[in-house]
């Protein structure tokens, strides 16, 4: 069953802000870990510096990186159908000109078996006629 637009984004957006309001969870990634910090009253995240990367995120761009992923592998399969139909129209159209170019050969042969025939049965008269 299908959702509707409307309701899949309704539901995403359950989903993602159904906690405390936008900005005031904090989404850290150090190292490539994702740990959840909660905003202090003045607004800003304790967050000790590392020799590694730490990148602040909230909520939101969060949502917005999955959304573009999410969106991106549909595109990805999209085109991916679209080249195997085009890869599958290759196989026919090739297989038609084979099936052609058999054609054409083995018309080709028949006349030149006819044409055998034709020049032996001509030897074999004049040879019948010399004698």
Not at 47 to 58: C, L, V
Not at 102 to 111: D, Q
Request: charged share 25%; hydrophobic share 35%; net charge positive.
């Amino acid at each position: 069953m299908r959702m509707s637009k409307k309701n899949w984004f309704g539901n995403i957006r359950k989903k993602l802000f159904r906690s405390s309001p936008p900005h005031k969870n904090i989404i850290v990634l150090h190292n490539n870990t994702i740990t959840n910090r909660t905003s202090s009253a003045n607004g800003r995240s304790s967050t000790k510096k590392n020799n590694g990367h730490t990148y602040f995120m909230s909520k939101e761009d969060m949502a917005a990186i999955t959304i573009q992923s999410h969106f991106r592998g549909h595109l990805a399969r999209r085109a991916f159908k679209a080249l195997k139909s085009l890869v599958r129209l290759q196989a026919v159209v090739r297989g038609a000109c084979v099936r052609r170019q058999a054609r054409i050969a083995l018309h080709c042969m028949h006349a030149l078996a006819r044409l055998q025939v034709t020049v032996r049965a001509r030897q074999l008269l004049s040879k019948c006629n010399d004698h």
